[in-house]
């Protein structure tokens, strides 16, 4: 088992090329992504969604490849970036959309709003607003598949800036002491808010983090949807086979502010379109489609239709979904 | 098909904003994510990216027009088509919009001055976010040891703008950006006091203060004690307190009931900008931990301030803001503003209100707030807190155990409910206390309907 030279910037082993099924599948599903995204931002503009809103564009590829490296009864966790997460969790667009603008048809009932969304069907464990908190959340349900004795992993997803949080290294500890299957998913989109990683970091490279408990960490292209697939798939198997936990930094960026109300004037618009036309995923992937001849740019065209009646069907829904019952305000307080 | 640009809203609070740049003009094709606009709002100018594509047909709000209301159509542009999704077979009819709500316009009946303040005193009217910026600026320039650190308090000005300007003031040395680490950087602070030096620590909203509680609680607010008196922590924790804007649960609570009651520490939560600055001047001063509860949604109102830089509030003193003879209403913070306009309403009714505004919570003045009972003989208490072992509760219970006798009916709690804050708006304005509930408390405890 992978002991003192625990991180690596090396390559993970790749799989072999993804079949045309399995890209169309990463495109749709990346693309579902960033139109809900910018759907939602469209109705927060409207004054439909309120308080915070912070959206996941830009970052699509990390979720997606994670997501195909499970299955079911494997659990997800994250904090307040959780859109992605839960369509990728397969959870109904028009449910997270009508939780945005508060409507009982959201998945919870409109009480948890955008930072506080959870599905027990689909095994995500929320949305939480509070920066780190999360991570130990996730190691306990790493917990609880060991002890049930399953063979389950947990994802858990946290932020560069939450990789500072003292409950991530508490977590850590107890998580390679116990042998726990998490997966630790580091979006290092490179700001924490307004702050970089270099201004907030003493040590960068989030990937080694973990080294000083022997937890092996692996630095990932995340703006590569098939890298973070490969990294995935050896990162799961790792714990499915009792190795115990493993860190994988995903190197990532947002496009847009920290939340709706960021003016962003900690970087420049030269930073952001310079990745947004040089690294998006989602061009990526729409180039790997064409190239391979998976796809014309005409069935291209036909499944962004598709897509935007998906995401205007969410809205509609989010819209028309009437607000919950003022007796609402009264239930789910302790059972 | 042609679709209107509506003025966006960039933030939980805004209602309106001034268009100060265009980025395109009629006839240029511009895609999703495409900066089209500049905005500018109180707090900051934001880029408005485009979501549709198309061209654009016509600018309909020409560039540097001020207070742009939110949703009104700024430009028109000609779309690609696209399907129109249909409404699920079975849909609930059209609700109506949930919109944010309004921060609640306020206008400031005028307020007594303090007692205490001479006559000839110069004031001018700055908002609450002036007021704790200049405290801090003020005793940053008469006090070396003075300093400040927290998450987002340089570079970026504060994430609630509180801060902005002291980075290119007092450079890098004495405003300090954190990482994400508040137990960290609060233990740090009370270890940096032992040290000698007199930290202000900015929690960027107090949820995230429960990371810190420990050091708060047990380092800070028990030194002095366990030490016999040896080594004291003067420190002050400071940051927006309270529900914000649909924020949901984890970010809207009232800490003050929770501080309030720990022996060691002082806590203040002041409603006027001149008491959020002398307040602030004088936990900068003081020799103990001072808890410094503020809240956003009041930083941008406009009160009358000394101008006077050595002018402090004494912690631990309440202050009646109107007289009146029937009922004592009891608040502070935000819900001051809700008193008062109560009293107004019930002034209407012929019931004068006698409202004092507690200021600080520990110590806590019972005093002024018993010898306005043994007046009126009647009180009322409005607090956003939760009504379970609150502030109110305390009170109270005060009044009842120094003032029984004078009670012509049973204490009144107007509080936030006793529920985790729900994010949905019509549930949110359920949860928070009401100018109407408060007018109703009072008539119940003068037996009028
Ligand atoms: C304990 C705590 N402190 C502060 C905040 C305010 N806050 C919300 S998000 C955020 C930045 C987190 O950055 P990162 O972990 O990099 O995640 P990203 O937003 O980039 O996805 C901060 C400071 C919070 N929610 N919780
Ligand atoms: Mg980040």
């Known amino acids: 088992m992978a002991k003192a030279d625990v991180t690596s910037r090396a390559a993970l082993p790749t799989k072999p090329k993804p079949s045309k099924d399995e890209l169309a599948h990463f495109y749709r599903e990346m693309l579902l992504i960033r139109r809900f995204e910018e759907k939602a931002g469209q109705l927060y503009g409207m004054g439909l969604i309120g308080g915070f809103c912070h959206l996941y564009i830009g970052q699509e590829a990390v979720v997606v490849g994670m997501q195909s490296a499970i299955g079911e009864g494997d659990q997800v966790i994250t904090a307040y970036r959780d859109h992605g997460h839960m369509l990728a969790c397969g959870m109904d667009p028009a449910g997270v959309m009508a939780e945005l603008t508060g409507r009982s048809g959201g998945y919870s009932r409109g009480k948890g709003g955008s930072m506080h969304m959870f599905s027990r069907e689909k095994n995500f464990f929320g949305g939480h607003g509070i920066v780190g908190a999360q991570v130990p959340l996730g190691t306990g349900l790493a917990f609880a598949n060991q002890y049930k004795g399953n063979d389950r992993v947990c994802l858990t997803y946290f932020g560069d800036g939450a990789a500072n949080q003292g409950q991530v290294y508490e977590s850590f500890n107890m998580a390679e002491l116990w042998k726990l299957p998490v997966v630790y998913v580091i979006e290092n989109n490179q700001y924490a808010m307004g702050t970089s990683v270099q201004r907030a970091s003493a040590e960068t490279q989030l990937h080694k983090r973990g080294s000083s408990f022997n937890i092996p960490g692996h630095e990932i292209d995340g703006m590569d949807v098939l890298a973070v697939r490969d990294a995935g798939d050896f990162a799961v198997k790792w714990c499915r086979e009792g190795k115990g936990p493993i860190i994988l930094e995903m190197k990532t960026y947002r496009y847009r502010g920290h939340s709706m109300s960021d003016p962003a004037k900690y970087r420049t618009r030269e930073e952001v379109d310079q990745v947004r036309e040089k690294h998006d995923p989602i061009d990526h992937a729409c180039q790997l489609l064409l190239d391979n001849k998976f796809a014309t740019e005409e069935s291209l065209k036909e499944l962004d239709k598709e897509i935007r009646a998906i995401v205007n069907h969410a809205a509609e829904f989010a819209q028309t979904s009437p607000e919950p019952n003022p007796s609402e305000l009264w239930t789910d307080i302790v059972h | ?449």
Request: hydrophobic fraction near 40%.
């Open chain 2, 1 to 449: 098909m042609s679709t209107e640009i509506l003025m966006p809203a960039l933030s939980p609070t805004m209602e309106e904003g001034k268009l100060a740049k265009w980025h395109v003009k009629a006839g240029d094709r511009i895609s999703s994510g495409d900066v089209i606009a500049e905005i500018e709002t109180d707090k900051a100018t934001m880029e408005v990216e485009a979501v549709d594509e198309g061209v654009v047909s016509q600018l309909l709000v020409a560039e540097g027009t001020e207070g742009v209301k939110v949703n009104a159509p700024i430009a028109i542009l000609q779309g690609d088509d696209e399907p129109q999704a249909k409404v699920p077979n079975g849909a609930p009819p059209l609700a109506p919009q949930a919109q944010a709500p309004k921060p609640q316009a306020i206008k400031p009946p005028v307020v007594p001055r303090e007692p205490e303040l001479a006559p000839d005193t110069q004031m001018h009217a700055i908002t609450v976010r002036e007021a704790l910026r200049e405290a801090m600026a003020e005793e940053m320039r008469r006090d070396p040891t003075v300093f400040l650190m927290g998450e987002e308090v340089g570079q970026y000005q504060g994430a609630y703008k509180i801060s902005q300007g002291l980075l290119d003031e007092f450079g890098p040395k004495r405003v300090i950006d954190t990482p994400i680490t508040e137990q960290g950087f609060a233990g740090l602070g009370v270890g940096a006091a032992f040290g000698g030096l007199r930290p202000i620590i900015e929690f960027m909203t107090w949820n995230f203060a429960m990371q810190a509680i420990d050091q708060i609680i047990n380092s800070a607010g028990k030194t002095l004690y366990m030490s016999g008196g040896q080594m004291g922590c003067p420190i002050v924790f400071r940051g927006p307190n309270g529900a914000a804007s649909r924020v949901g649960a984890q970010h809207s609570q009232s800490y003050g009931a929770w501080y309030a009651a720990v022996p060691g520490l002082k806590v203040v939560a002041p409603y006027f900008a001149a008491d959020a600055k002398g307040l602030l001047k004088a936990a900068i001063r003081d020799p103990n931990p001072v808890i410094f509860l503020e809240n956003e949604m009041c930083y941008g109102r406009s009160f009358d301030v000394p101008k006077d830089i050595d002018h402090t509030v004494p912690i631990g003193k309440a202050r009646v803001i109107r007289e009146g003879s029937d009922v004592t209403i009891v608040s502070y913070s935000i819900t001051v503003g809700m008193i008062m306009q109560a009293a107004d309403i019930l002034a209407k009714e012929g019931i004068a209100a006698e409202l004092i505004d507690l200021r600080s919570l520990r110590p806590l003045d019972t005093q002024t707030v018993v010898k306005s009972v043994k007046k009126t003989n009647r009180i009322v208490i409005a607090e956003e807190g939760w009504p379970v072992c609150g502030i109110a509760s305390e009170i109270a219970t005060q009044v009842i155990e120094q003032a029984f006798d004078y009670l012509d009916a049973p204490p009144a709690r107007v509080t936030g409910k006793d529920v985790p804050m729900p994010y949905a708006a019509n549930l949110e304005k359920l949860a928070l206390p009401t100018v109407d509930e408060i007018v109703a408390a009072v008539k119940s405890v003068c037996y009028r309907s």
